[in-house]
């Protein structure tokens, strides 16, 4: 294997409750009701345009879709301010001890300035060859594009590109873009999905992602 790719939200960083509880306030600031554990039942790991969409559609939203987004965008800067999204347990670790060993990549539906500052913030911006997201491509993930493109960044064929997934989302984009996927998730979800293999943290998966890239 010649590099790898990670996903963000909810792999590198704790921030699918985070984002929900966002969700939540914006969605109540709207006049409508969605609580943190619903938003995560029905939206974790999907695309900010996705759940944007879903939730003009379900709360019969006014606003257009970039101006949900747009405001999103601001509460998330505003929250971040006031606090701080945790990496996930192993991470940092890995991710040093990956660096230099092959080019490593964030691909991600978020929006691009959320997720250079989050990487910025964490030290890790420079630990990575690139970043893609959402905002680079037409149609975001569950579709391949995104991966198709970050392959395409890095000069190399899919199935020698190994993806790093923590959500039904995200594995369909990176398998369909025929990328091995390894995924991360601490629930271990039973999805039926043909990954290469299932971990419940980083700390576990960095060793076999250490063996398929020697």
């Known amino acids: 294997m010649q590099a790898i790719c990670f996903d963000f939200d909810g792999t590198l960083i704790d921030s699918e409750v985070f984002h ?4 939540s306030n914006y969605i109540a600031s ?6 943190q554990p619903q938003f995560l039942s029905h939206y974790a790991g999907l695309p900010w345009p996705k759940v944007a969409a879903e939730m003009k559609n379900q709360f019969s939203l006014t606003q257009e879709i970039h101006h949900i987004l747009h405001d999103m965008e601001a509460l998330t800067r505003e929250m971040l301010q006031k606090g701080h999204i945790p990496a996930m347990p192993g991470v940092d670790n890995a991710l040093k001890q990956l660096h230099g060993q092959c080019p490593l990549m964030v691909v991600t539906g978020s929006p691009r300035e959320y997720v250079e500052g989050i990487l910025d913030r964490l030290g890790w911006l420079s630990l990575f060859d690139g970043v893609v997201t959402g905002q680079d491509v037409e149609n975001n993930k569950p579709s391949p594009e995104i991966y ?4 395409k960044q890095l000069n190399e ?11 039904l989302t995200g594995i369909t984009s990176s398998l369909s873009a025929g990328l091995p996927t390894i995924l991360v998730n601490p629930e271990l979800p039973q999805w039926n999905m043909d990954v290469h293999d299932s971990f419940s943290s980083m700390e576990e998966a960095q060793v076999l992602l250490h063996r398929m890239i020697a």
């Open 20 to 23: 929900a509880q966002n969700w």
């Open 30 to 35: 709207v006049g409508g009701d969605i609580s």
């Open 148 to 151: 198709q493109l970050a392959c």
């Open 157 to 167: 064929q899919p199935d020698r590109v190994i993806a790093v997934e923590d959500s």
